[in-house]
C-alpha cells in the first residue's frame, strides 16, 4: 500500500505563531489527501479534502483561513495552522486514498502543541 | 455517508478470541466495510476490509452478512499489544477517479488484559 510520511511528528509553538505540517505521498501520486484532527481520547475528525492543483475542500465548522491547506504537487499537501492558540493544540494526520476499494493509508500523526 | 456504530470499549485477556461488530445500517451498494487499528500518537493502520460474506488475512477475520448492516471483525488470540482502539469505516467507493470522503466513528478501545 501507499506509504505517508509527515513532518514534523511533534511540534511546539507559541500562541500567534503559523505552524505547517507537511505530509507525502512517498510511492504514491495523489491527487487527494485527507487532514484530520483528532482531540486526545476522541476519534478523527475530517478537516478538509485536499485536491492536487485546486482549492481543499472545507468541512463545516473548520476555519479555512485559519488552516490553510496546500496541495501543489502529486506527493505532497501542507497545512498551515496561522496565528495557532492553545485550542489548536491537537494531533493532525494525513491519509491518501488508494485502489477500487478507496483503502485509506495514513500518515505517522503530527502532534502540535501550542503555548 | 453511512454512520457506523460500535461500542465504546471491551476487555478482552491474551489468548482469548475478541469479535467487535459494527453497525452500518445506511450502507451503500457500492461501499467497503474496512477496519482500522489506532495506537496512542499514531496514525491508524488498515486491518482487514471486505464487501459481504467473509474474508480472511493473517491477522484478522471479517464477517458480513448477506444484508451487509453489519460487520465483525475477530481477532484471535488477541495479545496485550493488541489493546488499541479499532475503527470501523464504511463508504470507500472510488467514483470516476475522484475520492470518496471518510468520517470516522466512535471506534472501539480494546484492553487486553494478562
Known amino acids: 500500500g501507499a506509504v505517508v510520511s509527515q513532518h514534523p511528528s511533534r511540534v511546539i509553538c507559541k500562541s500567534g505563531t503559523s505552524v505547517k505540517i507537511e505530509c507525502r505521498s512517498l510511492?504514491?501520486?495523489?491527487?487527494?489527501m485527507f487532514w484530520y484532527r483528532q482531540f486526545p481520547k476522541q476519534s478523527l475528525m475530517l478537516m478538509a479534502t485536499s485536491n492536487e492543483g485546486s482549492k481543499a475542500t472545507y468541512e463545516q465548522g473548520v476555519e479555512k483561513d485559519k488552516f490553510l491547506i496546500n496541495h501543489a504537487s502529486l506527493t505532497l499537501s501542507t497545512l498551515t495552522v496561522t496565528s495557532a492558540h492553545p485550542e489548536d493544540s491537537s494531533f493532525y494526520i494525513c491519509?491518501?486514498?488508494?485502489?477500487?476499494?478507496?483503502?485509506?493509508?495514513f500518515g505517522e500523526g503530527s502532534r502540535l502543541t501550542v503555548l | 455517508l453511512a454512520k457506523t456504530t460500535q461500542p465504546i470499549s471491551m476487555d478482552s485477556y491474551e489468548g482469548q478470541e475478541v469479535n467487535i461488530t459494527c453497525s452500518h445500517n445506511n450502507i451503500a451498494t457500492n461501499d467497503y466495510i474496512t477496519w482500522y487499528q489506532q495506537f496512542p500518537s499514531q496514525g491508524p493502520r488498515f486491518i482487514i476490509q471486505?464487501?459481504?460474506t467473509k474474508v480472511t488475512n493473517e491477522v484478522a477475520s471479517l464477517f458480513i452478512p448477506a444484508d451487509r448492516k453489519s460487520s465483525t471483525l475477530s481477532l484471535p488470540r488477541v495479545s496485550l499489544s493488541d489493546t488499541a482502539v479499532y475503527y470501523c469505516l464504511v463508504g470507500v467507493f472510488l467514483s470516476s477517479g475522484s475520492a470518496r470522503q471518510l468520517t470516522f466513528g466512535s471506534g472501539t478501545q480494546l484492553t487486553v488484559l494478562p
Open positions: 491519509s491518501v486514498q488508494q485502489g477500487r476499494s478507496g483503502e485509506l493509508f
Open positions: 471486505g464487501y459481504k
Open positions: 510511492d504514491f501520486q495523489a491527487t487527494t
